[in-house]
């Protein structure tokens, strides 16, 4: 199989209301990823096109997408995992390329969630879950992750401050990250008062735990090692994908400490890579809340069970910490734009390891990695990114 490396990546600023047609802001991350890579329409084989559906009012949103962008008459496939649709799709281009079927394919993530209401949102993101045995019940996603952190509190004794120091890191970042949502600074003090960030959403979990929607797109761009070294002057590689899937059922989980699909994703990439949780640089994991940051960092054996907490409270996961956790911002300050969260995440490690993130870059990285969760760990995809 041909080695496989990223050769652009662009993303769309995230915002709570995007104006324009899902075209529109598709090709606000497609226009940066091209000119990253410096290549044309021509250059690409094929597009793997990625979203929620039942965000999109726009059936088969694939097929217009790519007719405005002039990608036809290239093959155009569409992928749909929840939350991790487009670390899906970055799956399903890598498998293209390194089984030779393409030379270069585009995964391009897309959603405009606020064409629904708040509470329309809530009720597609109920369904998630089984529509049988607990999404009539009022189950939501704030539910399901307080889940998660009741569990995660009575068996390790993490508290809901270990929990608010991650968002006042992710809000350090967020401040400096141009393309984020909420770009303001937020003190543990904050989560105190239930005006600010402390008010309850699903105990424990209040406002400053938990993600927002948002608008956005992003855009990668993947060739084989001949294209790559052609088309571009710094290949990010591709060295390690894993994926996972879990029980929809919670009641079908072994452990609500954790996510075995991140555990079981994570393993299968550091196995195809070659390496060990001890070689990653830099990581962006799937925070959607809080709690889903602290399972993600033990999870991915960058601590111990239980010693998540220790690691958040000695600042490890801060950009000078032994492994840099979510230093742009994280879903937490971003937002998270179902379809375009994953592809979000890749280009940050890309820029990471091109040592082209500005003011968030660690020093000398050579691996990272990206951890996506698509619904309440009902998909997982782990991969990892390295330099030459």
Not at 339 to 357: F, H, K, M, N, Y
């Amino acid at each position: 199989m041909s080695r496989v490396a990223v050769i652009g990546v662009g993303q769309s600023t995230f915002v709570r209301s995007y104006p324009g047609s899902i075209r529109e802001l598709a090709f606000e991350a497609y226009s940066e990823a091209m000119k990253d890579a410096n290549i044309q329409n021509a250059d690409i084989d094929a597009t793997v096109m990625c979203s929620a559906p039942e965000y999109d009012k726009q059936r088969s949103p694939a097929g217009v997408v790519a007719e405005y962008l002039g990608l036809n008459p290239q093959p155009t496939f569409y992928v749909e995992t929840l939350c991790s649709s487009s670390s899906t799709g970055l799956k399903l281009a890598y498998s293209l390329v390194a089984s030779g079927l393409h030379d270069c394919v585009m995964v391009l993530g897309f959603q405009i969630m606020s064409q629904l209401t708040s509470n329309e949102s809530q009720e597609r993101m109920g369904r998630g879950a089984d529509i049988q045995w607990e999404s009539p019940f009022g189950t939501m996603m704030p539910a399901y992750y307080a889940l998660h952190a009741q569990a995660h509190m009575a068996k390790y004794g993490t508290k809901p401050e270990d929990l608010a120091l991650i968002r006042v890191k992710s809000a350090t970042y967020g401040v400096l990250n141009e393309r984020a949502v909420y770009r303001k600074p937020v003190a543990l003090e904050d989560f105190l008062d239930p005006q600010k960030m402390g008010g309850p959403v699903a105990s424990p979990l209040r406002v400053g735990d938990c993600c927002a929607n948002a608008d956005g797109s992003s855009c990668i761009i993947v060739a084989n090692e001949e294209k790559a070294k052609a088309f571009c002057k710094k290949p990010v590689w591709i060295l390690g994908i894993g994926s996972a899937s879990a029980a929809v059922n919670m009641v079908g989980r072994e452990s609500l400490t954790g996510l075995a699909v991140g555990i079981e994703a994570g393993r299968q990439a550091y196995k195809m890579a070659g390496i060990t949780p001890k070689h990653i640089d830099v990581a962006e994991v799937h925070d959607c809340f809080t709690i889903a940051e602290m399972m993600a960092i033990e999870n991915l054996g960058f601590a111990e069970a239980g010693g998540g907490p220790e690691l958040v409270r000695a600042k490890e996961t801060y950009k000078e910490g032994s492994i840099p956790i979510n230093i742009d911002g994280g879903l937490l300050s971003k937002g998270h734009p179902i379809g375009a969260t994953g592809g979000s995440q890749v280009r940050t490690i890309v820029r990471q390891l091109r040592d082209e993130a500005d003011n968030i870059q660690v020093k000398d990285p050579m691996f990272g990695l990206v951890h996506n969760i698509g619904g309440v760990g009902l998909y997982g995809n782990v991969t990892i990114f390295g330099r030459e």
